[in-house]
């Protein structure tokens, strides 16, 4: 009799234990990255809201960054680089940066860079590279198991991740500059040629 008490009362404990451990994690918000190549940005998102978003420098075309889902799987402060016959310590000409957040694709990784210059551009060797300050504040904001989405298209889901109110005023601009156009091309009271 006694030992089906204790038993139920590791069962109690082990099922409060669970609960909590649960209601704890609901609580924790859901972050995804999207990272759009055509773009070459970078958006973190929290309960599908966007939360920041960063220029990126994406794979070169001889050296594309891969394209779908992945989560981060490991993290690193002052990585070392690693490729055959060559290691750079963490420093200035460290190729990684301050910062490796390494992807579910062996070998792949959001990190900063040594070449600042490249941001905005597809440059790199398929990872997908940061500025530093970028890369430090993105670092403290995700976690090991985080959701990664590399994006090689502009679909509707990614153009309203990474639409900016500076692409709405854009697109006036020229509306308006294209109306100045063709009224002040336009004989007057005569209609302008459709063709």
């Not at 970028?134 to 991740?161: N, T």
């Amino acid at each position: 009799m006694r030992r089906h008490v204790v038993s139920l009362e590791k069962a109690a404990l082990t099922a409060i234990f669970l609960l909590v451990s649960l209601a704890g994690a609901a609580q924790q918000p859901q972050r995804q990255i999207v990272v759009s190549i055509p773009d070459r940005k970078l958006a973190l998102l929290e309960d599908g809201d966007v939360v920041k978003v960063f220029d990126v420098a994406v794979g070169a075309v001889q050296t594309p960054s891969p394209s779908g889902d992945f989560s981060i799987v490991n993290r690193l402060e002052h990585p070392t680089y690693y490729r055959p016959g060559v290691v750079i310590e963490p420093g200035a000409s460290n190729p990684l940066g301050t910062r490796w957040m390494g992807l579910s694709q062996k070998g792949f990784g959001i990190h900063g860079t040594n070449q600042p210059q490249s941001i905005g551009k597809a440059a790199s060797h398929g990872c997908i590279r940061m500025a530093q300050r970028d890369l430090e504040e993105l670092f403290a904001l995700v976690q090991v198991g985080d959701a990664v989405s590399i994006r090689a298209e502009r679909d509707d889901e990614v153009a309203a991740i990474f639409s900016t109110d500076s692409d709405d005023d854009e697109e006036t601009v020229l509306a308006a500059i294209a109306d100045d156009y063709t009224s002040a091309t336009e004989p007057a009271g005569e209609p302008a040629n459709k063709f």
